[in-house]
């Protein structure tokens, strides 16, 4: 049972914003740094977004984060096929001493 | 170009053991962390801890305490994951990922390639 919360689906037409938020908690999201995974189908995770709103090197800048107290979001403009995938936020909890993932969101282009 | 390659998938019954590697280059090891994170069919991402590649400390998640050991050799730069007492519901892609954890800092960077691990009689 994950701590973190997200929409298990979001969909948007080539070209379009679309957003992805993340519910936690005081000892996760409201104290930590957030990250965010993509996950094409069949491959392993990807590194997205780190430390809230940081893109590593060879992120497009059409990928975004924020966070806001204990929530975060991850915002996809100008959406491509390319995006269509498993997206995950997530973040050390103090409480449970562990990292934990977001319960996932899958992102389809119509 | 920072690498992780897994080893390959394993077949075991319940009660076994597996022990999965992840050998990495292309950076210096001894400076970072080692993590390891579970896939269940059709599931989400679970973690299962990590390792100092300098200090060789781990922190493993709660539930897996007591069937999980997680080790490091420095000198071939490898990383190993062994499960014990696995049941059917540790069938899963298993994968490593070059870990920051230092500073209030907490992600993966890079990942191997995933391992699929099942677990039948």
């Known amino acids: 049972q994950s701590v973190l919360t997200q929409p298990p689906s979001a969909s948007g037409t080539p070209g379009q914003r679309v957003t992805i938020s993340c519910s936690g908690s005081s000892s996760n999201i409201g104290s930590n740094t957030v990250n965010w995974y993509q996950q094409l189908p069949g491959a392993a995770p990807k590194l997205l977004i780190y430390?809230?709103?940081q893109r590593p090197s060879g992120v497009p800048d059409r990928f975004s984060g924020s966070k806001s107290g204990t929530s975060a979001s991850l915002a996809i403009s100008g959406l491509q096929s390319e995006d269509e995938a498993d997206y995950y936020c997530?973040?050390?909890?103090?409480?449970?001493?562990?990292?934990?993932f977001g319960t996932g969101t899958k992102v389809t282009v119509l | 170009q920072v690498q992780l390659v897994q080893s390959g998938a394993e077949v075991k019954k319940p009660g076994a053991s597996v022990k999965v590697s992840c050998k990495a280059s292309d950076y210096t090891f001894s400076r970072s962390s080692i993590g390891w994170v579970r896939q269940a069919p059709g599931q989400g991402l679970e973690w299962m801890g990590w390792i100092s590649g300098y200090t060789g400390n781990t922190n493993y998640e709660q539930k897996l305490q007591g069937r999980v050991t997680m080790t490091t050799d420095t000198s071939t730069s490898t990383a190993y994951m062994e499960l014990r007492s696995l049941r059917s519901d540790d069938t899963a892609v298993y994968y490593c990922?070059?870990?920051?954890?230092?500073?209030?800092?907490?992600?993966?960077?890079?990942w191997g390639q995933g391992t699929l691990v099942t677990v039948s009689s």
């Open positions: 430390s809230n709103n």
């Open positions: 990922g070059r870990a920051i954890a230092a500073s209030g800092l907490y992600y993966f960077d890079y």
């Open positions: 997530a973040a050390w909890d103090d409480s449970l001493n562990a990292y934990v």
